[in-house]
Structures are given as structure tokens and as C-alpha cells.
């Protein structure tokens, strides 16, 4: 049970962190709110079957803050969220609600490409200096790592342009304009 807690804090704290310094959301609080209604009526519109509440409210509103609050150990039954139950949500909001997948392949076939051209130009350096045979393996495999590197990026730059039609598609919004000004 120590351990379960142990890690259910564990993985909050990376989540919190994650979301503040890699995809500039609050990465704060709870799940308790107070919303105003306006708030309330726009994120009720939304209609797909996986919503974050915290990223919906974003697209309405910066005007977030936080309370601190004296949370009590529960009293009686435990919580229905398993550690795998936990895992696979924050697995759906990272692939719904984040382009962070996308960035990671661009950026690895960056590396990889980056990698494998180096590797390719110090065999051939190699060759036309020193007069070393190159093998068929190791060139065989230079050449395979560039183009699967090349072909991450372009999927990646896919990606970008998928991400943001799933990003209309999810009803996000430009900008949010009040009813009245208050």
C-alpha cells in the first residue's frame, strides 16, 4: 500500500512537472474548481469522448489560480484509479492533447540522421585517407539508419500537420471572447 502511494506520487510529480516545463500548461492544483459559468457552458460544448478538463480551460481562460487547500486522508474505500488506470489516461492525454509524440519522432530522426551522416562521412573519410576497405555491413547500415532517419522526420513534419487538424477538430479555439464585460 506504501509503495502504491509511493509511486502514485511519484508519477503526479512527473506529471506536474512534465506538463509545466514541456507543454507550458499550469501543471498545478486539483481537481477541485470553481469555474465561472461562462467557463462551464463552453467547456460543455465540447463533445469527444476523451476531454481534459484542465486543457479545455485553457483555451478559455488564463485566469487560473490556486488555493491552498488541507486535504484529509480518506476515511473509508480507496480510490478506482489503478496504477494502470492512471498509466493509460496519462497515455490518452499525451496522444489527444499534446503534439509531444510528434515533436519526440522529428527530433529523434533529427539525431538518428545527424548520427548516421557523421558515421557515413568518417567511413569515407576513412576510406579516401587511410585506404581502409569499408565493409558491406557497416556501410549497409549507415545507409539504413539515414533513410529510416529521414523518414521519422518527414512523418514527424506529417505529424505537425495532422496535430493541427486534430487540434480544429477538437473545437479548440482561436480565441475566447466574454459575453459581457464585467
Known amino acids: ?65 490556486e488555493q491552498k487547500l488541507r486535504f484529509h486522508p480518506r476515511k473509508g474505500g480507496k480510490s478506482g484509479y489503478t496504477i494502470w488506470k492512471l498509466f493509460t489516461r496519462g497515455l490518452g492525454l499525451i496522444l489527444f492533447y499534446s503534439t509531444l509524440p510528434l515533436r519526440a519522432m522529428t527530433y529523434g530522426g533529427l539525431i538518428v540522421a545527424m548520427l548516421s551522416f557523421g558515421r557515413g562521412a568518417f567511413l569515407i573519410y576513412k576510406k579516401m585517407v587511410f585506404g581502409v576497405p569499408v565493409k558491406g555491413y557497416t556501410s549497409l547500415a549507415v545507409i539504413v539508419l539515414f533513410s529510416t532517419s529521414l523518414m521519422l522526420i518527414c512523418f514527424g513534419i506529417l505529424g505537425n500537420y495532422i496535430g493541427q487538424l486534430y487540434s480544429i477538430l477538437n473545437n479548440k479555439p482561436v480565441y475566447s471572447i466574454r459575453d459581457k464585460i464585467l
Open 1 to 65: 500500500k506504501t509503495k502504491t502511494k509511493g509511486l502514485r506520487r511519484f508519477g503526479s510529480w512527473i506529471w506536474k512537472f512534465g506538463t509545466r516545463n514541456f507543454d507550458e500548461a499550469y501543471g498545478q492544483g486539483s481537481s477541485f474548481r470553481l469555474i465561472k459559468r461562462e467557463i462551464v457552458d463552453k467547456v460543455c460544448q465540447h463533445r469527444q469522448h476523451f476531454v481534459f478538463i484542465d486543457e479545455v480551460l485553457f483555451w478559455y481562460t488564463n485566469h487560473i489560480s
